[in-house]
């Protein structure tokens, strides 16, 4: 595996194998941080987040983040003396009368914050800078052993990662996943891998000796939007309600309201078992449940029974982009499957819209993602269930990438809500 000096991660064909890691002397482990799914009021945060896009002077950072221009100075010098923030002396005007205005920006250079996402058949790990970037990652199967030795593979992987950046201190750790997670304890049940009351942070922490923060992977994606795909795009952050929906091998949803995730301490809601009128059996002994209709590891199944995809043979399986690969070659049997799926996709979509009725409905998830005919499908399915007028409907900004920001944001949202106070905690790891 080589540095991860990319600027995106590693796009693989199949899964990485995990790599091969030495016994190290484990850490004490470190009590888990709650993520911080949420924009908060805190000046320096307010600071921080506006110098995440461009370069910009003191007084433009009064202006966008409604501060005084004195507080603005306070919060400017406090973060560059946490290294939090640097100045840009080369960008200051030429032969400016005076002094000199020197416009300053998030230090993108000399730390990185480590994300994981756990999926039930496919792990991601990437590593981002402070401003939000992607800098490098790498896929490895999700271990389908027992809890214990499942999470202290995953976190070693991390570990064998993290440690072939070049040049970045390590300040954070975030892990999203599905399942019920309780963020305070950095615990998580989560019934596809059979794990139960997982101490996932205290491992991480042991692994990794840096502090560490676990999401319920479907709210961290909906923090993604929130924390960092308006800053991407340029627009500012609406108020008001969102409805995010995820559907992959597994389906969930979440919803922020006045910028603030909304993460209950019983677990997300589920709509893994939302009836959709589909004839596919699910696990739970029913007949039409929502994950069971466009889980791709059910679609997949449905694929080889129809005799679109061919017989697994080992130690090869059916990927699902084999199916895409074959709608995309005019097999009318794949297409129809497909299309089937984004129609179900729709119906739910407007089902659980029209209970919410928020501002704003964003799909996510490979899902919605991954096939893109049937994308026109899913919004005339909508379209055509929902009671309600016509909805703001968007695809999440991070496309087939929404895992890794998950997790990315993870791992960030401790800094985006308090700057300050994040990196004396980071600074105090042993590393």
């Known amino acids: 595996m080589s540095s991860p000096t990319l600027d995106r991660p590693q796009q693989t064909a199949g899964v990485k194998k995990s790599p091969v890691v030495t016994t190290a002397r484990l850490a004490p482990a470190r009590p888990a941080v709650p993520p911080e799914l949420r924009i908060t009021d805190n000046p320096a945060a307010a600071v921080l987040r506006a110098a995440t896009r461009d370069p910009l002077f003191r007084d433009v950072a009064a202006q966008t983040t409604g501060l005084s221009i004195a507080t603005v100075n306070r919060q400017v010098s406090a973060l560059l003396s946490a290294g939090l923030l640097r100045e840009r002396a080369d960008l200051t005007a030429s032969g400016a009368v005076g002094r000199p205005r ?15 996402h756990i999926g039930s058949t496919v792990t991601r790990i990437v590593a981002a800078n402070l401003s939000g970037r992607i800098l490098g990652g790498l896929e490895i199967a999700t271990p389908q ?28 750790t975030g892990v999203a996943l599905a399942g019920r997670v309780d963020s305070t304890a950095g615990q998580v049940d989560h019934p596809r891998l059979g794990w139960q009351a997982a101490p996932v942070a205290a491992v991480f922490s042991s692994v990794l000796d840096l502090p ?32 995010y929906i995820y559907a992959r091998e597994t389906a969930g949803v979440a919803v922020t309201l006045h910028d603030r995730v909304h ?17 596919v059996e699910c696990g739970c002994g029913r007949r039409g449940c929502l994950e069971a209709a466009v889980g791709e590891r ?6 080889v029974r129809k005799g679109i995809l061919p017989r697994p043979e080992a130690p090869r399986r059916p990927l699902v982009a084999d199916l895409y690969r074959a709608a995309d070659g005019g097999h009318a049997g794949a297409r129809e499957l497909l299309l089937e799926r984004a129609e179900i996709l729709g119906r739910a979509a407007a089902l659980v819209r029209d209970m919410f009725n928020p501002e704003r409905v964003i799909l996510g998830g490979q899902a919605f993602t991954g096939y893109r005919p049937g994308m026109e499908r899913v919004a005339q399915a909508f379209a055509e269930s929902t009671t309600l007028p016509a909805a703001d409907l968007r695809i999440s900004r991070f496309g087939g990438r929404v895992q890794e920001f998950a997790a990315a944001v993870t791992s960030l949202s401790v800094f985006y809500a308090d700057p300050l106070s994040a990196m004396r905690r980071a600074t105090r790891t042993t590393r």
Not at 102 to 116: C, I, N, R, W
Not at 160 to 169: E, G, Q, T
Not at 298 to 303: C, G, K, V
């Open 145 to 172: 052993t027992g809890q214990d030795a499942a999470r202290t593979i995953v976190a070693r992987s991390a570990k064998a990662f993290l440690d072939r950046l070049p040049r970045r201190k390590p300040l954070w």
């Open 212 to 243: 560490v923060s676990v999401s319920a992977h479907v709210e961290a994606m909906e923090a993604a939007e929130l924390l960092l795909a308006a800053r991407d795009s340029g627009e500012e952050t609406r108020p008001g309600s969102s409805l």
């Open 263 to 279: 993460t209950p301490a019983n677990g997300p809601g589920s709509i893994a078992h939302l009836p959709t009128g589909s004839d």
């Open 102 to 116: 020197v416009p300053f920006e998030v230090d993108t250079d000399s730390y990185a914050t480590l994300g994981v």
């Open 298 to 303: 059910a679609l997949l199944e449905r694929a």
